[in-house]
Structures are given as structure tokens and as C-alpha cells.
């Protein structure tokens, strides 16, 4: 049994990487500022044929939270757990479409900071703890959307762009560690936040969140530098 931290794990792709990761009797710690949804979550597996211990609700608002919330974020995990074995680094806002010419600058600075600052903050507070594995990983949830369109993405692209040069540049830093860095670039796939950017689109019609995350899934365990599949996208060892 291994330990992951799953961001953005109350719906969506990290909620189904969080079920396929139970079903393979890891320990999963959902992490989500959704507490409604994460109890929901809790109590469909309590009634489940799986292990309700192997989840663990860790409600926080990366928007919100500060320096000393994730401290103690490393601090809760390490009196848990002592170690972890991955972390996927998948929470994300995906605002409505805007040209950089209107987009509203608040929006700019929460977005920059849910989907890059707090990962920057989550990968050096988790670090101590993955270097106690036998073979850490970290794994961030990247988009092939903003290098085939770029117009209009505005700072989730800028974001999810920033986060992929953090990955590489931790994946420089620690590669005589026993720790692996991931870059999951993926296509399209079905999600909550995509229903609503695009209401006239077939949800049906797309890859679901269950088959992605068997794709990031499979890809990660068996551990090769590339793999890459047209629908799915592609998930690269640094």
C-alpha cells in the first residue's frame, strides 16, 4: 500500500484517480475546499466493499490558504503517515474564455495563484515527505489546450504553463533523489468546468474522467519517459 495526496480530488479527474487508487488499495488523501462534496464521497465508499480507511478528507481552499496552512499541511501528514508516495497536483480554476485586453485583473491574480503559487507551496512543503519513499512521485495536471489554442485562455494558460517549467525545474533539482517528476499534458476530456464553457457540447462524445485517469495511471506505475495516446494526450518522466 502506498500514501498519495490528490488537490482537486472532490470531483471530476481527481475524484476518479482517487477511486482507481482505492480500488488498487493505496491510501488516498483527498484534498478539496468542496467538503460537502468530499463527505459525499467519504460515505459512498463507507458503504462500498473497499476499505473506508484507505480515505482521508483534507478539506482546504488553496485560494485561501496561507504559509502556515501548509505547514501544517506537512506536519498533519507526517504524524499520519511519516512519508508519502505521490502527490498529484490537479486542483485548478478554468475561467470563462476572455482576451487578455478584458480579463479582470483579480480573476488574473486568484487564478495565477490556485493553479501555480499554491502548487509551488505544495511541492516544497511535500518534498521532505516523498524523498522518504522508496520512489516519490509528483505528477502535474497539465493541458494540451493551451499549446494547440492559446487565444483566450489567459491566466489558466499562463498558469498551467508556469506549472510545467516548476515541474522541470524540480525535476532538475532532485533527479539524484529517489523522487519522479510527471507532466500529464492531456487532451480534452469531460469535466464539470468544460460543460459549462461549452453547454452545446456532448459530454458523452469526450473521454471521460474515468478513462483519463487510467490513462495517467497506467502510464505512472509502469514508468516509461513518454507515453502518448491521441485521445488521451501525453504523460512524460522527467
Same mark, same amino acid.
Given at each position: 500500500?502506498? $500514501?498519495?495526496?490528490? +488537490? ?95 480579463? /479582470? ?20 512543503? +511535500? ?7 522508496? *520512489? ?32 522541470? +525545474? ?16 492531456? *487532451?480534452?476530456?469531460?469535466? *464539470? ?11 458523452? *462524445? ?15 506505475? /509502469? ?10 494526450? $501525453?504523460?512524460?518522466?522527467?
Amino acid at each position: 500500500m502506498q $500514501t498519495y495526496l490528490i +488537490t482537486g480530488a472532490a470531483q471530476g479527474l481527481g475524484n476518479a484517480l482517487a477511486r482507481q487508487l482505492i480500488k488498487l488499495n493505496h491510501q488516498v488523501i483527498l484534498l478539496d475546499k468542496e467538503l460537502k462534496r468530499l463527505n459525499a464521497f467519504y460515505d459512498e465508499i463507507a458503504q462500498s466493499e473497499f476499505d473506508i480507511n484507505l480515505v482521508a478528507l483534507y478539506p482546504m481552499d488553496l485560494l485561501g490558504a496561507n504559509i502556515d496552512d501548509y505547514k501544517a499541511l506537512t506536519e498533519n501528514l507526517a504524524n499520519e503517515y511519516g512519508q508519502i508516495d505521490g502527490v498529484f497536483l490537479n486542483a485548478a480554476i478554468l475561467p470563462a474564455f476572455t482576451p487578455i485586453e478584458h480579463f /479582470d485583473y483579480m480573476q488574473w491574480y486568484e487564478v495565477l495563484h490556485t493553479n501555480l503559487n499554491a502548487n509551488f507551496h505544495l511541492i516544497q512543503q +511535500t518534498l521532505p515527505l516523498l524523498s522518504l519513499s522508496n *520512489e516519490g512521485k509528483i505528477i502535474a495536471i497539465t493541458d494540451n489546450n493551451i499549446t494547440e489554442h492559446p487565444a483566450y485562455y489567459g491566466a489558466y494558460g499562463v498558469a498551467k504553463a508556469g506549472l510545467e517549467q516548476l515541474i522541470k +525545474t524540480v525535476a532538475a533539482e532532485t533527479k539524484q533523489t529517489s523522487s519522479h517528476c510527471y507532466i500529464a499534458k492531456l *487532451e480534452t476530456f469531460a469535466t *464539470e468546468s468544460r460543460g459549462r464553457l461549452f453547454p452545446g457540447e456532448n459530454p458523452t *462524445e469526450l473521454t471521460s474522467a474515468e478513462d483519463m485517469a487510467s490513462f495517467i495511471l497506467d502510464s505512472v506505475f /509502469d514508468q516509461p519517459i513518454m507515453i502518448t495516446t491521441a485521445d488521451f494526450g $501525453t504523460v512524460e518522466k522527467l
